[in-house]
């Protein structure tokens, strides 16, 4: 595994994106991440992954502090599955140069960019430096943050003419879907978090047999939960898994969830 710190050198070291299968990160290296870098291996050629906590798509600063970063064994974990790049940029090189500005309009403002202002539009402008830098034909992202791959796909799929391969939500046996603020919880909230996991789960299960009506009444479900449970939640919504509107269950949808537990701010979709 090569590890490559500046874009000079990264220009230098790989001469055909075409062959190369890129997993952006902001480390914490987890099987939901491996899960990824397996999907690109098992496509690709080579494998490139990136590490960067990108400052911009935090809208709290606490939380850019916060989040759990830890290089040395995230080092240790890539290097045994024998990815072939690892690229650690500096904030400074990736902010470097102009970039388009991405701003949402009023249809995409809705579950996390409604919540958390700014966000998407960190991510869209990082994600278009890391393209544009790592010329990748095959980009592997996680259905777990199932908005940014949307705004991605809307944004960024066709500008770069890559193809965005979507995977699979790994969780925990107890269905808490991994995530690297997980490390920010303590046991209490873990359980909590596995007990909310399983009762969407079995939301999600009783909206595709009930009545529509029932489908549609999560007002009742979310201040249930959010009494029983002692978290905040900003959105608990049935959306169309396509265009992300709100759901008629005449098509395929999910069932999405962002709240609060002890001050760590968790997403989730089934
Ligand atoms: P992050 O390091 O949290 O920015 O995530 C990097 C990539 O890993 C994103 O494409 C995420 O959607 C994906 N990812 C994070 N958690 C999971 C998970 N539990 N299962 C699958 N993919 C995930």
Same mark, same amino acid.
């Given at each position: 595994m090569k590890i490559i710190t500046s874009i000079f050198d990264l220009n230098k070291e790989i001469? $055909?994106?075409?062959n190369v299968g890129f997993v952006p990160t902001m480390g914490g290296i987890h099987n939901g991440h491996i899960s990824l870098i397996k999907a690109s291996q098992k496509k690709k050629s080579k494998t490139i992954v990136s590490i960067f906590v990108n400052?911009?798509?935090?809208?709290k600063m606490i939380d850019f502090k916060k989040y759990p970063r830890n290089i040395n064994n995230d080092i240790i974990s890539l290097k045994k599955l024998n990815i072939d790049y690892l690229f650690l940029p500096t904030t400074k090189d990736i902010y470097k140069f102009k970039s388009k500005k991405f701003v949402l309009r009023k249809k995409d403002k809705i579950l996390c960019a409604k919540f958390r202002k700014g966000h998407f539009e960190g991510v869209l402008n990082v994600m278009n430096r890391l393209m544009s830098i790592i010329k990748s034909k095959d980009l592997f992202m996680g259905e777990k943050d199932y908005q940014q791959l949307h705004l991605i796909r809307k944004f960024l799929s066709k500008k770069f003419d890559v193809r965005i391969n979507a995977c699979p939500t790994i969780r925990t046996t107890d269905k808490i879907a991994l995530s690297t603020? $997980?490390?920010?919880? $303590?046991k209490k909230s873990l359980e909590k978090a596995s007990q909310i996991a399983k009762l969407l789960i079995k939301i999600k299960k009783r909206s595709k047999t009930q009545s529509s009506k029932f489908k549609l009444d999560l007002s009742t479900y979310k201040k249930e939960l959010e009494k029983k449970f002692n978290i905040k939640i900003d959105y608990l919504e049935f959306r169309?898994?396509?265009?992300?509107?709100?759901? $008629?269950?005449r098509t395929k949808f999910r069932l999405f969830i962002a709240y609060t537990i002890n001050k760590i701010r968790l997403i989730d979709n089934f």
């Open positions: 001469k $055909n994106y075409k400052p911009t798509q935090f809208n603020r $997980n490390k920010l919880l $303590n169309d898994e396509k265009s992300l509107k709100l759901n $008629n269950f």
